[in-house]
């Protein structure tokens, strides 16, 4: 019996039935992901009014670091290296939910802290404006991490069920699915765009 040829209409159907599966394990899991937004808006706010010289050291201490690492790269090199690094917030904000949902929740009230003490440096010195350059790639980079630490703390939450193992590899299985065809390409457009609107502006 012969195989049937592989085809174009097979790689989309493909395609948009693991994207339709993404995006529907996304509405299903939309309270662990709203809850994500909370806090990163609670932790954004906190970061913009309250910080402490001890934390204010570490956070520029790495804002100088990062910026000796980056100074010289190409918008290329710039848009792997953001890309990069914000797959593996990624990755790590969904693999880490195995520890019953405790570092993605960690992770969100961090990168909210970070976001709300920069955005505060930022209008201190250049003033509201400032925060304009932020809005393209945020568009797509702060939905790609709400939803992967959403996902993160969705795959904690199999120790509140009977059938536990089952559940536990449901969501991992469906969270690396959603990571694959959802979170990866707003991560792709987040870092081009980011990459070309640090060389625009410099």
């Known amino acids: 019996m012969k195989k ?6 097979d790689d989309a159907n493909f395609f948009s039935l693991n994207y339709k599966k993404s995006w529907s394990f996304i509405k299903e899991s939309k309270k662990f992901i709203w809850a994500v937004i909370a806090i990163f808006v ?6 913009v009014f309250f910080q402490p010289t001890e934390i204010s050291k570490i956070i520029l201490d790495y804002i100088e670091k990062v910026v000796e690492e980056t ?20 990755f790590m904000g969904i693999i880490y939910g195995f520890l ?28 509201a404006v400032s925060l304009l350059s932020l809005l393209p790639h945020g568009i797509f980079e702060l939905p790609a991490i709400f939803i992967s630490f959403g996902m993160g703390i969705k795959l904690g939450s199999f120790i509140f069920y009977k059938d536990k193992l089952n559940k536990f590899v449901y969501f991992f299985k469906e969270s690396l699915r959603v990571f694959l065809f959802v979170i990866v390409p707003l991560l792709i457009i987040a870092a081009v765009i980011e990459g070309i609107l640090i060389f625009v502006f410099n």
Not at 4 to 9: A, D, G
Not at 78 to 86: G, Q
Not at 114 to 124: E, I, P
Request: hydrophobic share 45%; no cysteine; glycine share 12%.
């Open 42 to 47: 609670f932790s954004l706010i906190l970061g």
């Open 100 to 127: 019953f949902g405790i570092p993605p929740v960690l992770f969100a009230f961090g990168n909210g802290y970070v976001v709300g003490f920069v955005s505060s440096l930022a209008v201190s010195s250049s003033g």
């Open 71 to 90: 100074q010289d790269m190409s918008s290329l090199e710039m848009i792997s290296f953001i890309f990069l690094n914000n797959l593996r917030v990624g």
């Open 4 to 9: 049937r040829k592989k085809n174009k209409s």
